[in-house]
């Protein structure tokens, strides 16, 4: 049996892509719409790997080089909830889970961009925190039995509107 000889990955992509452009004239309106949503959701989950795959490597570089000690622990310091709270897509990137300390609640993908939106809203961090506390308390209020929040200005809040930002990018 002969091994099947590697493709040179742009060759393989300019002939897809000469492939598609003989097709389009071939197709509908319909057709067109179509294969634009499903590009537009294969880029998307692209995007979303990628956070992935970085958010698992972040994850991997905190968990080696940070021990919590107890002292931290019990001061309860953003420090110690930060290295405690984490978000992570599936592997389908149909929803995205947020870890804290030994908990974590699944969001869908509407829930987590309007999540983003919120933590990457204008305004102070107190503001941002509480307009977080305001979604949580309307939309999800189970997430105050997994993340613990006392009232609107929670240093936790400012944690999770960070992690937020740093786990996701609003697009342009």
């Known amino acids: 049996m002969a091994k099947k000889p590697k493709t040179n990955p742009d060759t393989e992509q300019e002939s897809l892509a000469k492939e598609l452009k003989s097709l389009i004239p071939k197709l509908d309106s319909e ?12 880029l998307y989950n692209m995007q979303v790997d990628e956070l992935n795959r970085a958010a698992r490597a972040a994850n991997a570089a905190s968990a080696r080089s940070h021990s919590i000690t107890a002292k931290t622990r019990a001061k309860g310091k953003a420090a110690d909830i930060q290295d405690n709270m984490s978000i992570r897509g599936s592997e389908s990137g149909s929803s995205f889970y ?60 400012k944690t999770f509107a960070s992690v937020i930002k740093k786990s996701f990018k609003l697009r342009e």
């Not at 067109?32 to 959701?41: G, K, P």
């Not at 933590?119 to 189970?142: C, F, M, P, S, V």
């Open 98 to 157: 947020l870890f804290f300390r030994n908990s974590n609640i699944m969001f869908s993908r509407d829930e987590m961009t309007a999540l983003v939106k919120i933590a990457n809203g204008k305004g102070t961090d107190q503001e941002i925190g509480e307009r977080l506390y305001n979604w949580i308390n309307r939309e999800r209020k189970d997430v105050f039995a997994t993340v613990p929040l006392a009232n609107k200005f929670d240093e936790k809040l």
């Open 31 to 42: 057709g067109l719409a179509f294969l634009v949503e499903q590009a537009r959701v294969h």
